[in-house]
């Protein structure tokens, strides 16, 4: 796809509790859809990722859930934590026979101790 | 070696000069991407070699960059007579692949600075 569209661009959450950021996708014949966290000065780190044969997937404090029908992923993240603090992007297959991701335009979390 | 490494970490250089960047993938990983990634933005795909070939290119990528992956293993992106609208962190990223949309994990990034 060549749209990723991620809200919100900032999210700022008390420590302990969850945050959730979504993402939605234009081309109906995506069929992965990763997240990665991307710290100050650093490349981005893949944290998970779904595939489009299932609704959701868990790994440990974070968990992401798929909606086909209506073309929408979401990233959640429970118990937060201080480290948690980042930023975190969507993506999805650019299609078109690129092999390569379209990337949303980032959610900034901030982890308020 | 236990992940996707790139060099250098950072390039200052002024208008007009050409730059190289250097990745070396994971070892094992037959598929290499080149990204670009500019402040509050996600990062926007270059293009990507499979082994040594060259399979496909943003329209992004203009005619002064060039990427080569000479046998399979590291790859350069050279930029020629640089301009200020190309400074921005250029990331590699690698996977192993027999069919597409697997993982990628990237490098950590070299900041151009065109001054």
């Known amino acids: 796809g060549e749209n990723v569209e991620q809200h919100p661009s900032t999210l700022s959450v008390q420590e302990g509790d969850s945050a959730v950021i979504k993402c939605t996708y234009s081309?109906?014949?995506?069929?992965?859809f990763p997240w990665y966290k991307q710290e100050l000065g650093k490349g981005p780190q893949l944290i998970i990722d779904?595939?489009?044969?299932?609704g959701e997937k868990k790994d440990q404090r974070i968990a992401v859930t798929l909606n086909k029908t209506a073309k929408h992923f979401s990233l959640h993240i429970t118990e937060t934590q201080p480290e948690d603090s980042a930023v975190y992007f969507c993506a999805e297959p650019s299609g078109g026979g690129a092999d390569g991701l379209t990337f949303g335009k980032g959610t900034h979390l901030i982890i308020q101790p | 070696d236990t992940g996707v490494s790139q060099d250098p970490r950072h390039k200052i250089t002024k208008r007009g000069q050409n730059v190289t960047f250097r990745c070396d993938p994971i070892?094992?990983?037959?598929?290499l991407y080149w990204y670009r990634q500019t402040l509050g933005q996600g990062p926007e795909f270059l293009t990507y070699?499979?082994?040594?070939?060259?399979?496909?290119k943003s329209r992004l990528l203009s005619d002064r960059f060039s990427a080569e992956r000479p046998k399979g293993s590291f790859s350069t992106l050279e930029i020629q007579r640089t301009e200020q609208g190309d400074s921005a962190m250029y990331l590699c990223?690698?996977?192993?692949?027999?069919?597409?949309?697997?993982?990628?994990?990237f490098g950590q990034g070299t900041r151009l600075t065109v001054v």
């Open positions: 070892s094992e990983h037959n598929r």
């Open positions: 070699f499979q082994n040594e070939a060259q399979l496909e």
């Open positions: 779904i595939r489009s044969n299932v």
């Open positions: 990223a690698s996977s192993l692949a027999s069919t597409s949309n697997t993982e990628a994990f």
């Open positions: 081309d109906s014949a995506s069929n992965y």
